[in-house]
């Protein structure tokens, strides 16, 4: 089991970005709105909708005027939710200055393909690409291959970048139409921490928040809502790590993280907080740690 520990990014670890931020027109205090209008907030990067006609409020700071619509398209896959994607039709890619960063995460992905390149004082260091289809293992039999839809990973991990505080991050996201649309949910970057071996026998699952209500005459009406990744899991670690790990798990709380409890299952892999652990000094050498983590929707 090991989690990476997201590196909050700001305006100037963006470098670039091919995502357009014209969601649209951005606000201006000389403009007067009228119910409806739409604009972006540059300051903030994110999307707005005037609930009342206004001039000189800004929609960060009156929310009875203004409702927050979420994050601008070049933003969103920065803001550490889940649900919000920035999207571009044939690729995606965006430069980053994030520091001292040993680990990069795409995650709710709708690519093909992803490269991942690190250059220091104009030196490529690290390269690497990686598919999102699953291929054969997803497909075995003619009846799968001609009629079931290519079976493809919407998470993909870059756990072995190199560590430079001055490095230039260039992440890729390509689609092998150029008229299909690229998007990505989450890139997250930051660094990387073991807490063990994951064992056998972890339980994994979804939180369905969808309602389902049956009426007085037996109807039943689904609305369809957002889930959430849920993930139960029991670490076997060295007794001597116990306080650090105690330690990092307590400064954690109430933190978004991403878990990644085995790199050979996708579903292992979960963006969101845990919900308890505890630790069992069960031998001199030897101890465990039972995590459960609820992921974010």
């Not at 699952?205 to 209500?213: H, T, V």
Request: charged share 20%.
């Amino acid at each position: 089991m090991r989690l990476i520990r997201p590196t909050t990014l700001t305006d100037a670890m963006l470098t670039s970005s091919t995502a357009p931020e014209a969601d649209y027109p951005a606000w201006s205090s000389a403009t007067a709105y009228a119910v409806g209008a739409r604009v972006i907030l540059t300051a903030t990067h994110r999307r707005y909708e005037a609930l009342a006609a206004s001039t000189n409020v800004s929609p960060s700071a009156d929310p009875t005027k203004w409702l927050d619509l979420g994050p601008t398209n070049r933003w969103a896959m920065f803001d550490a939710r889940v649900g919000t994607a920035t999207s571009r039709t044939g690729s995606l890619q965006v430069g980053l200055a994030p520091g001292t960063i040993d680990a990069l995460a795409l995650i709710d992905t709708e690519a093909e393909s992803a490269t991942v390149t690190l250059t220091v004082g104009g030196v490529q260091v690290y390269s690497r690409s990686q598919t999102f289809n699953v291929g054969g293992v997803a497909i075995d039999n003619w009846f799968s291959w001609f009629f079931e839809p290519l079976g493809q990973k919407t998470s993909m991990l870059f756990l072995d970048v190199p560590v430079y505080a001055a490095g230039q991050l260039s992440v890729t996201l390509t689609r092998d139409n150029p008229a299909d649309s690229v998007s990505c949910g989450t890139l997250l970057v930051g660094r990387q921490l073991s807490l063990g071996d994951t064992e056998h026998g972890a339980d994994i699952g979804i939180i369905d928040y969808s309602r389902k209500e049956t009426d007085q005459f037996g109807v039943t009406s689904v609305v369809e809502r957002a889930f959430a990744k849920r993930m139960t899991a029991k670490v076997v670690m060295p007794t001597d790590a116990i306080d650090d790990i105690h330690r990092s798990l307590a400064a954690l709380r109430a933190t978004p993280v991403l878990w990644i409890g085995s790199e050979s299952f996708e579903s292992l892999t979960v963006y969101g907080f845990y919900k308890e652990f505890s630790i069992d000094i069960a031998y001199p050498t030897v101890s465990y740690c039972s995590l459960t983590i609820e992921g974010l929707t």
